[in-house]
Each structure stands twice: as structure tokens, then as C-alpha cells.
């Protein structure tokens, strides 16, 4: 079984070394994947959405009124504060996740912390940060959609399907957690599953606009 509570501190340790390291210009950079947020704001999140979970203020969650207002909350703190907060909370988190199998604060931290990576062209985090999480949610998802792929070396969905197109497990992990494209996820190569099964891959939703993909 994962270690949720160990996956979550990992990541938190892996933000507090990189926030170490950004400029003011990194911070106001917009996050395509979160084109709403910029790269302070995504901290703020990741600050903010654990302190509700852990209260029990979770009117309007996971929705957009939510986030805004946690992240509204905290526009205005330096990212050190910022970073304290999220610091704070991870032992309360980890015990909070201990015994779940799709623990969504862990899910996030790993999600938005590959969505800064991308936004400043860092390359992708280490596969041990996010691997887990798409392990945990690939087969639902996959279930879901109705779609069989050749993921590196492994065929994921149903085993006695042909496998319709090969994927990296980090595009994979991206697409499943709607963070690409209805055409970058066409470009996997062919036959590709069909748009509606591409839609039902993705956890939030088909995106029309294309995402920043490391080399």
C-alpha cells in the first residue's frame, strides 16, 4: 500500500526547496494549467486548501468559490508565510491520509507541484513524487473511458483489449488529471482513442488548450 502521508511530505519538502530558489518574476508567472493562478497564487493553494480540509471548511469544495476564497485570503503573504503554512500542516495531513485510497489532498500536491514545474520549464519533477498517484488512479480511469494503452512496457485498462496507442507514464499522469490538451492527447499516436474517450480519461474534464510538456 502507498504511503499517502509520506508521498505528501516528500512533495512538501521538494516546494519548500524550490520556493527557496524563485524569483519575484517566477512568482507572478501565470500557470497555464491553472491560467487563473499564478505561480504565488498555486502556493497559497496548496496552503490554504489543506487548512480548510483540517477545519472542516469545505463550503463550496472542490469548487472554483472555494479555492478563490483561500487563495484570495492569502494574496497578499510573502511566499515564506506561505511556505510556513504549508509546512505546518503536513503532519496533521499525513495522518489524515494514512488509511485512504485516493487521498485528494496528496493528489493535489503532487498535481500543482508538476504544474509549476512545467510553467518555468524545469523539467519534470522526480518520478517518485507523482508515480504513485497515477499508479492509484490510472485503472479507474482508465475503466472509465473504456481505453487500453501500452504504458512502458505494461498494457493498462482491460488486458484482454488491444491496446489502441503507447503513452509515457508521465503524459499519462498529465492527461488523466486534465493537464493536456484534446490534441496533444490525439498526438499520442494512432489509432488514438476516440475525443470521447479521451474526455472520459481526463478527472476534471476535457481542456481545449494546449499545455507546456517537457522534453
Do not use: K
Amino acid at each position: 500500500m502507498t504511503d499517502w502521508g509520506r508521498l505528501y511530505r516528500d512533495n512538501v519538502e521538494a516546494l519548500t526547496a524550490l520556493a527557496g530558489d524563485l524569483r519575484e518574476d517566477q512568482l507572478s508567472t501565470h500557470v497555464p494549467a491553472t491560467p487563473a493562478w499564478t505561480v504565488r497564487d498555486v502556493y497559497a493553494h496548496l496552503a490554504g486548501g489543506p487548512a480548510d480540509a483540517l477545519s472542516g471548511r469545505m463550503d463550496g469544495a472542490p469548487g472554483p468559490e472555494w479555492t478563490s476564497r483561500h487563495v484570495g485570503e492569502r494574496a497578499r503573504l510573502p511566499l515564506d508565510v506561505l511556505v510556513a503554512e504549508i509546512r505546518s500542516q503536513q503532519d496533521a495531513v499525513s495522518e489524515s491520509v494514512a488509511d485512504r485510497p485516493s487521498p485528494a489532498l496528496v493528489w493535489d500536491v503532487t498535481v500543482h507541484h508538476t504544474d509549476v514545474h512545467e510553467c518555468l520549464d524545469l523539467g519534470r519533477p522526480p518520478e517518485s513524487l507523482w508515480r504513485p498517484v497515477l499508479d492509484a488512479a490510472a485503472p479507474r480511469m482508465l475503466q472509465r473511458a473504456g481505453v487500453t494503452v501500452r504504458c512502458e512496457g505494461q498494457v493498462l485498462g482491460d488486458p484482454d483489449a488491444e491496446p489502441a496507442v503507447e503513452v509515457s507514464a508521465y503524459e499519462l499522469y498529465r492527461a488523466i488529471f486534465s493537464r493536456r490538451s484534446r490534441r496533444q492527447m490525439e498526438a499520442w499516436g494512432s489509432p488514438a482513442p476516440g475525443v470521447e474517450a479521451l474526455d472520459l480519461l481526463c478527472i476534471f474534464g476535457p481542456r481545449e488548450d494546449d499545455q507546456p510538456q517537457p522534453v
